[in-house]
């Protein structure tokens, strides 16, 4: 019974590296990004608890910058498309995140961007593909080892 609780656990902490090793679905080739422009992109980056992250790294096309302390970016001068124009944000101790913005001409976009604190359980939860930890109220539970 030892034998096969150990099986078990093994084969689902292996799955969750596997899980881990997708590929990314953020670079999609068939889709027509549409017309090139110059533009500025603004935003605000929080925490799941709305507090905003100062220093985080945003990078677009290239061009990047850090957040304020009251979490606000703002790129300038950025190449971006209509249709897709992606932005990365990274923060050490938090999940990188990625969101993509459209860009009509002559506007300039603002968005906002949540970032995930990099904790046991969040990562768990995104290595088992569960959208969002923080609709789940459920404890995390340890068994002993014998």
């Known amino acids: ?8 656990i093994g084969l689902f902490v292996l799955s969750i590296f596997f899980v881990q090793c997708r590929k990314s679905i953020y670079n999609n080739p068939g889709l027509n990004a549409g017309t090139e422009v110059t ?9 799941e608890n709305g507090v905003p992250i100062d220093k985080a790294l945003v990078q677009c096309n290239g061009k990047n ?9 703002i790129l300038n001068k950025v190449t971006a498309f209509e249709n897709k ?9 938090f999940f990188k995140s990625h969101k993509t913005i459209l860009v009509k001409n002559g506007q300039t976009p603002f ?6 604190k990099r904790t ?3 990562y768990l939860m995104q290595g088992m593909g569960v959208q969002s930890p923080l609709e789940i109220n459920y404890p995390l539970i340890f068994l002993p080892s014998r």
């Open 39 to 47: 533009t500025t992109l603004c935003g605000l980056v929080v925490d």
């Open 120 to 122: 046991l359980v969040n």
């Open 85 to 93: 124009t992606d932005i990365n944000i990274s923060k050490d101790g």
């Open 1 to 8: 019974m030892k034998q096969q609780m150990k099986w078990t």
């Open 65 to 73: 910058c850090m957040t304020t302390n009251k979490g606000i970016f």
């Open 111 to 116: 968005t906002k961007v949540v970032m995930l």
